[in-house]
């Protein structure tokens, strides 16, 4: 069973940028495809961007393309997400997941970080 702990939260002007990181542990990191989500205050969970087992093949969400960037490292057993030109309508907490199958982690993956607060000032 892998544990996830998210951290790099924090408060940012619009326009800045954040890195948030997401250590593994219990479980084979390598084996599981990773995924970023958020949920804002008074909304439902959404997907943000996966990443695959290797590292070679990422989605994300229309809404952050081309300014998030999910990275892996396995040898640290951790996944980041890169997140410049935030806006106030990023404000969230952001969630990593892991899931073996790819394309589960980006809709239901089976297992959850307890998150971290990214909050945007406008």
């Known amino acids: 069973q892998v544990q996830l702990v998210e951290s790099g939260g924090g408060l940012v002007q619009a326009g800045g940028s954040l890195r948030l990181s997401c250590a593994a542990s219990?479980?084979?990191?390598?084996?599981?495809?990773m995924g970023w989500f958020r949920q804002a205050p008074g909304k439902e969970r959404e997907f943000v961007a996966v990443?695959?087992?290797?590292?070679?093949?990422?989605l994300y969400a229309d809404s952050v393309k081309g300014r998030f960037t999910v990275s892996r490292d396995n040898a640290k057993m951790t996944v980041y997400l890169q997140m410049n030109s935030l806006k106030p309508e990023d404000t969230a907490v952001y969630y990593c997941?892991?899931?073996?199958?790819?394309?589960?982690?980006?809709?239901?993956?089976?297992?959850w970080g307890q998150g971290t607060q990214v909050t945007v000032s406008s």
């Open positions: 997941a892991a899931d073996a199958i790819f394309g589960v982690a980006r809709l239901r993956p089976r297992h």
């Open positions: 219990g479980g084979t990191f390598s084996s599981y495809a």
């Open positions: 990443i695959s087992r290797s590292g070679g093949n990422e």
